[in-house]
């Protein structure tokens, strides 16, 4: 068995403003392990090469996405666990099971959700108070929000390990603190199924 047989990949996954970036901060408190996020990639990217229209954030979105596996799979390939972060997507579920393929690494799916509304009014309130980057151009983006919401695009992605699902509503929040030991339990003592 080699080192990274030891590494485990945490994925968190969700809608846009679920609560995905708060909650793998906690995570990589906690747990003492790096947290990759495909939005601080992006935002670096804007900051160095610059931001323009919704195409080239796509465009940039893509490659971050790249630059996130990159370097998941150089800490997993050297045996360190760690946390990525994003809204991914079903056709990201493939790059993340090669990852386990090569190197031999459990995985760990956090998804976030939370009701549609409230998702919308913190997608409103982050674009407003400037907590987002303006190279996302989310005051234009919340029309294509709701109908992704509607059509069911956000979904876990089809991969190995345990799945925990987390309501970070409003109305959960005695869910979510419930729950959030057994995402750190999963990631201790691994060997549950998919939840």
Known sequence: MNA???ATLVIVGGPPASGKSTLTQRLSDDLRIPALSKD???EALFDSIG???REWSRRLGKASFELLVSCASKLV??????IVESTFRPEDAFRFETMRQCYGARMLQVFCT???DEICERFRQRTANGRRHPGHLDES???ELIQLIEDGTFVPLDVSGPLIRIDTGAASRREFRSAYPSILSSFLHPGAGRA
């Open 4 to 6: 990274s047989d030891e």
């Open 40 to 42: 601080d990639f992006k």
């Open 51 to 53: 931001s323009r229209d």
């Open 77 to 82: 390939a050297s045996g360190v666990s760690c």
């Open 114 to 116: 939370a009701p549609r």
């Open 141 to 143: 983006n919340i029309d």
